[in-house]
């Protein structure tokens, strides 16, 4: 040997190969390279020990008294390899990544719990945690989630509003459209109802800018909109939700006064911490969103 440096492993895993298959060409089939990739491992080995491995007779490749030497002990090296790496894998689990998603409790409740599933088989070695923010951010929500943002408590914040700090984006995942609803029988003038409502929520104060007859009305302070349907039960009121929670089947027994439907002006948003480049898991759960959004 010329010096006392290890030859190189891809090189003794081509000889192996070629050993074992007795030809260049099977070796090349089996390793996915060319023939003439599979020679000039062989030859690159050959030179750094300083003795042929191969005789190379009308294209049949012997080994030689060299290689016959070799060629079961290094054999035996990478089979307990393999043993060793099969080992670990069975032990250690794939790593798994984490994302912390802040969102309403009733934006996941009756959106996207149903299809977390979906997620899941696409990308299983992705775990989803989830803490709960204001479906609207302003003021002190909006300072809570910025600041768990930028301290990377939170990855990823589903909510309306704007969060008004340099080291933070936002992508628009979705329109929003309030859709008035009441669990009571259609009545001509709804109105006439108790509206539960967030008088704090700007997307309430802009709806009832919209309508007069909502100025005149009896309002009950609702925080949110999980409250909200759960007072509709043992009153006369109506409450605005957002179209897309009515598509779950809990919510679709509820009298819908479509006709005064009205967009929100942002829509929701998905809010996170800006990089350089954000985190793979981050970018295809907020990719995967905006899919099932659309």
Known sequence: MKNKTLPSLNALRVFDVAARSQSFKQAAQQLGVTQ????????????????????????VHAL?????????????IFSQLQSVVDRVAIQQPQQTTQLTIAISSHWLRWWL?????DFQSLYPHVQLNFQRCSDYLQHDSAAEAAAALQHEKWDLVIAGGHLNDRQLRETRLCDRTLVPVSRQAQVSDPFSLT?????????HQAYEKQHSK????????ADDCGMAIDLLKSA?????????????PELQQLTRYSELSAQTAKGMQMFYKSRKRQPVALVAFMKWLQLRAS
């Open 36 to 59: 003439s990739a599979v020679t000039r491992q062989i030859q690159a080995l050959e030179e750094q020990l300083s003795t042929r491995l191969f005789q190379r007779d009308n294209r």
């Open 64 to 76: 030689t008294q060299a290689g016959l030497e070799l060629a079961p002990e290094l054999a035996q």
């Open 113 to 117: 719990s149903d299809q977390l599933a």
């Open 195 to 203: 509206w539960l409502m967030d008088r704090q929520n700007p997307e």
């Open 214 to 221: 909502l100025q005149h009305a009896r309002k009950q302070q």
């Open 236 to 248: 006369a009121a109506a409450t605005l939700v957002d179209q897309k929670l009515l598509e779950h």
